[in-house]
């Protein structure tokens, strides 16, 4: 009985590692051999790895507090594209130059697919750029934790409401076809908790609303792409995150 325990907790730490390595850029030496299961498997760990980049974001602000509010924003957004390589932007550019094209079929996505940046994708990053910067430099350092917490669990949470586009393989099918009942209660049990213990009862609204926000954005997009795709997840997360950092932003005032 111990010996399956052992191997059980042995697997689920390789899918967390075997996650925290594709979805930053945090420097973890791979000393086992990658099965396509357990990397699948791990993201039911992308609230966590959301809350250790929310971390070192909020850890990184309360030290470097000294400095003005848009330089420390600035070098926040500098940390955050280091801890994530820019990986969510490429989705986010990607999705917005085929969606906003208003082409439909085909078409929209061979623009997708497109490894060059279009206007609406330049668009989309200098606004969230903005938006995120904007939103670092007025948010106290332990809020700005939460906001790649929720994204983050938000869209894990509708990823076990979607389905991959019919007849079309990517990155993204196996994670979206692995999510089920763990990875269901990882996105709520974790961002509730963590509310819980350490924030104000107000700060559930933006939480809530974040994920509705979700469901709404995922209905969207599988409207217009028969599913959601490795894409529209990284276009969720780089849109729900500026937007959860809002909604705390507007509870903060009250």
Known sequence: ????????????????????????????????????REFHRGIMYMPLIGAVIGMILGSAAHLLQFLD????????????????????LDGLSDLSDGIFSNRQGEDLRRIIKDSHIGAFGVIAIVVNIMTTVALFSYLDPVYI???PL?????????????????NQQGLGKGVIEATGKESFLMSIMLPVLTVFLFYEALIFLP??????????LKIW??????????????FLIEVLQPLSLFLIYLITLM
């Open 1 to 36: 009985m111990s010996g399956e325990i052992f191997r059980i907790m042995g697997s689920q730490l390789r899918s967390f590692i075997l996650m925290l390595t594709f979805l930053t850029r945090i420097p973890v030496k791979i000393t086992f051999d990658i099965q396509e």
């Open 69 to 88: 509010p848009l330089i420390l924003a600035i070098l926040l957004w500098v940390v955050y594209l280091w801890l994530t390589g820019g990986l969510h």
């Open 145 to 147: 934790l939460l906001g």
């Open 150 to 166: 929720f994204s983050r669990s938000a869209v894990l949470f509708v990823m076990g409401f979607s389905a991959y586009p019919k």
């Open 207 to 216: 939480l809530m609303l974040t994920f509705g926000a979700s469901f709404i």
């Open 221 to 234: 997009i599988s409207a217009k792409l028969g599913g959601l795709t490795g894409d529209g997840i990284g």
